[in-house]
């Protein structure tokens, strides 16, 4: 069908961007050509021939060596791209498609595009997609790595104050970047949602890029024909800012742009040598890879052979599998962070990936931590981030201290023995205090039902966070159903008001306190109460072993909250050394960096909103009778012994009004 005018005016309107963006490379190499012919001597075809014939054979092999090692840190550079993309293709035939990619890429042009088809021919599975991705990313972060080497290159050899003071804000505006990129490592664009690599990825394409236009700037000095002065020291600067002028310029392999500037930088006199050196450096370094990369192309199968990164016996799966019978009790935090469980062969670990670290929370769920190190580190490699231990006990600091890694002391942990609990002696006078303060206050602490009386319970927290500013996060917990109700959760009533309360995680072999919440106007003694409430339970329970958490303990602890500590030790606890460890301490800092961020700035609650159907089908005779039930449970459970009680029992009645009163408020 003939296109009307008005769509063949659309449709030009629509091409003539296509037009400019294809043609302007090609205008500029012509531009450059043409000062280039201006202002330098060039060698004729002959003088040219001379020239090339001149250079020795140690010259040309030491250019290929220089060539070799340039395209190997290319592939190591798109290593770090497939992991930050969590391909799953790490391995020989991804880091060979990368160098063939960008053979191809740097002599053609149109990067983006002859890039993304390379990648794609040789590993099909990368998916077209996610081919133009990774090419993408290559290449931009390659453009900020080489500018970042240029600021440098500018600041150290800058002829002039200007030149230095240019690379000197360059190097602010790139520093800058990275923090803020670690800060906020996540850019939303409306829908859209762009990580950014971690520090580990960023520095590692620092690293390469290093190596890959230093061995590549050595290939060109090695070809300047005998008895050039230029030495290398500084045509490796010279290098540096012309490849990213030609760069910039989109011609294909720089032509044009990339003489010109580098005759612009280095000594006029050496025009006809710099010309010629050029020359050899294009068939070393563009014709010869991209006569490779070609026939890698055409013969895919001999060039992608593609190794697994997965490692033997490495399974993840997420919280729901998380069991009841395990070491730590505190690992259930990672229903609500995101974190998942790792098994390397029949050992465990919750692991919590965050974007610059894979940290392994407080020990090994089951099994030795020793034979975990290895895949911990192998899982944070694959991901560009740092592998961490944190709040991990004595016994796994020692192994990790014996495999080399580097332990720090960060935290002490207040235990307890619920069957062995008794609030006598001096060391307990304070809590005796609390706990006749609360009683005479009217405070009453049951465990709560299968049923929380959701509703009071997000007052007591909104009233909490109003006096306390927003909840830390990530290695503590949030108040939120879906969460509370893996818990074992314990009220502080006053009179038929909820005041407060605690909830605990839960094993078969311990607890361990999470959420505590309290009224501000909470009567003095109510936190006492409540755990006391919960080591009486523990014990009816036969739990071996209730922590109330832990609290900092080193060089900096002192200016954090001293009334935390005071308030564990008034339970004369035992109190046990955390620790964190890693492969080395560049790893820690990030690690430790990290997690400080989430915990103080926690990313959105991941735990699934809880169900509520089934407390809204029970009526409010139903929710009486279970609330009365699990008292009276609670109250036939207490020990018959003299100890003295944190609460006192009262009387039928007055039970059964709680009962009814959290029935009317669930």
Same mark, same amino acid.
């Given at each position: 069908? +003939? ?8 449709? !030009? ?15 500029? @190499? ?8 201006? @202002?330098? #001597? ?13 250079? /020795? ?20 550079? &798109? ?10 293709? &790490? ?80 190097? $602010? ?64 600067? #010279?290098?540096?800012? !012309? ?13 044009? %742009? ?8 280095? +000594? ?31 013969? +895919? ?69 020793? =034979? ?22 004595? $016994? ?16 002490? =942990? ?26 005479? %206050?009217?405070?009453?602490?049951? +465990? ?9 319970? /997000? ?28 818990? =074992? ?57 209730? /922590?109330?958490?832990?609290?900092? &303990? ?31 301490? @560049? ?23 809880? /169900? ?20 009276? %449970? ?33």
């Amino acid at each position: 069908m +003939p296109l009307t005018r008005l769509s063949r005016a659309r449709h !030009a309107r629509w091409h003539v961007p296509q037009f400019i963006r294809f043609l302007l490379p090609l205008v500029v @190499t012509i531009a450059c050509l043409d000062i280039l012919q201006r @202002t330098v #001597a060039l060698p004729d075809l002959a003088e040219l021939g001379a020239t090339l014939g001149a250079l /020795s054979l140690h010259q040309w092999l030491g250019a290929l060596i220089a060539t070799a090692i340039s395209f190997w840190a290319l592939g190591r550079y &798109d290593s770090v791209a497939h992991r930050h993309l969590q391909t799953g293709l &790490d391995g020989r035939g991804a880091r060979r498609a990368g160098m063939a990619a960008i053979a191809l890429s740097q002599t053609i042009g149109f990067g983006l595009i002859t890039g993304a088809f390379a990648r794609w021919r040789l590993m099909p599975g990368l998916g077209p997609v996610t081919a133009t991705r990774l090419t993408a990313m290559v290449s931009v972060s390659f453009m900020l790595a080489l500018a970042a080497i240029c600021a440098t290159a500018l600041v150290m050899v800058g002829d002039t104050n200007q030149m230095r003071l240019i690379g000197t804000l360059m190097l $602010v505006a790139l520093a800058t970047g990275l923090v803020l990129s670690a800060v906020f490592p996540v850019m939303r664009m409306g829908p859209v949602a762009l990580g950014w690599p971690s520090l580990t990825a960023q520095l590692a394409f620092s690293g390469w890029a290093l190596i890959d236009v230093t061995a590549a700037g050595t290939a060109l000095w090695l070809l300047l024909p005998a008895g050039s002065e230029i030495a290398l020291t500084a045509l490796l600067p #010279a290098y540096f800012i !012309a490849l990213g002028v030609a760069l910039l310029s989109s011609a294909p392999g720089g032509a044009g %742009a990339f003489e010109l500037a580098l005759c612009a930088l280095l +000594p006029t006199t050496a025009g006809a040598d710099i010309i010629a050196a050029i020359v050899a450096f294009r068939l070393i370094y563009y014709a010869l890879p991209a006569c490779v990369a070609g026939a890698s192309l055409l013969f +895919p199968q001999a060039f992608s052979k593609e190794g697994s990164i997965d490692e033997l016996g490495h399974d993840i799966r997420d919280a729901a599998h998380l069991p009841h019978h395990r070491t730590c009790a505190e690992t259930q935090v990672i229903a609500q962070n995101g974190g998942r469980i790792h098994a390397f062969g029949l050992n465990q670990l919750a692991v919590l990936d965050t974007t610059q670290a894979s940290i392994a929370l407080f020990g090994p769920i089951s099994g030795r931590i020793s =034979e975990t190190l290895d895949g911990l580190r192998h899982h944070a490699r694959s991901r560009n981030s740092a592998a961490c231990l944190y709040k991990c006990e004595a $016994v796994c600091a020692q192994a990790a201290r014996k495999a080399g890694w580097r332990v720090l002391r960060i935290a002490s =942990e207040a235990v307890l023995s619920p069957n062995r609990f008794q609030d006598q002696g001096p060391r307990l006078r304070q809590l005796r205090r609390k706990l006749r303060q609360a009683e005479k %206050a009217g405070v009453v602490v049951l +465990p709560a039902s299968d049923a929380l009386p959701l509703e009071q319970m /997000s007052h007591v927290d909104a009233a909490w966070r109003a006096r306390h500013g927003r909840a830390k996060g990530t290695t503590m917990g949030r108040f939120e159903p879906g969460y509370l109700q893996r818990q =074992e959760v314990f009220l502080a009533w006053q009179d038929d008001e909820i005041v407060g309360f605690m909830s605990f995680h839960a094993a078969a072999e311990e607890w361990c306190l999470d959420l505590v919440r309290l009224r501000p106007d909470a009567p003095d003694g109510t936190g006492h109460a409540l755990i006391r409430a919960a080591l009486t339970d523990a014990a009816a329970r036969a739990i071996p072993r209730l /922590s109330l958490a832990a609290v900092p &303990d080193h060089l900096m602890a002192r200016h954090f909250d001293k009334g935390l500590r005071r308030f564990k030790e008034s339970f004369a606890p035992t109190w046990e050394p955390r620790y964190a460890a890693a492969p080395n301490w @560049t790893q820690m800092a990030l690690a430790l960096a990290d997690l400080i961020r989430l915990v103080h700035w926690p990313e959105p609650i991941q735990t699934p909103p809880a /169900s509520t159907s089934q407390q809204q089908a029970l009526s409010q005779e139903d929710l009486a009778d279970m609330t009365w039930e699990a008292a009276a %449970a609670y109250v036939a459970n207490l020990p018959s012994s003299g100890v003295e009680q944190t609460i006192s029992q009262p009387p039928h009645n007055e039970l059964e009004e709680n009962a009814f009163a959290l029935s009317r408020r669930a």
